[in-house]
Nanobody, 124 residues
Framework: QVQVVESGGGLVQAGGSLRLSCAASGRTFSNYAMGWFRQAPGKERGFVAAISWSGDRTLYAQSVKGRFTISRDSAKNTVYLQMNSLKPEDTAVYYC?????????????????WGQGTQVTVSS
């Protein structure tokens, strides 16, 4: 069992930045690939970014590529999502998820453990 808890959400103006954190506990963190997803009101949960268990491979949704950066600190059992140049369309609840193994995936169904989410609101 892995528990993940997101933090760092909030209200920011368009063009601003936020850094989300995802603290993991439970089983060996390094055995899990990690992902960030988001869900806006009335929309399905969508992929944002993922990182391999070693941190050497990352994957991004096209809509955030070049603006968001995913990273992990295995010593702290924490994954980060640095979000720059935020746009109103980035407004959503952001979820952190853990997937057993080293494969990174954009498919939510392949993730085993989920956090409760953190709200990010970008005003225009």
């Amino acid at each position: 069992q892995v528990q993940v808890v997101e933090s760092g959400g909030g209200l920011v103006q368009a063009g601003g930045s936020l850094r989300l954190s995802c603290a993991a506990s439970g089983r060996t963190f390094s055995n899990y690939a990690m992902g960030w997803f988001r869900q806006a009101p009335g929309k399905e949960r969508g992929f944002v970014a993922a990182i391999s268990w070693s941190g050497d491979r990352t994957l991004y949704a096209q809509s955030v590529k070049g603006r968001f950066t995913i990273s992990r600190d295995s010593a702290k059992n924490t994954v980060y999502l640095q979000m720059n140049s935020l746009k109103p369309e980035d407004t959503a609840v952001y979820y952190c998820a853990a997937r057993r193994g080293s494969v990174i995936s954009p498919r939510a169904a392949e993730y085993d453990y989920w956090g409760q989410g953190t709200q990010v609101t970008v005003s225009s």
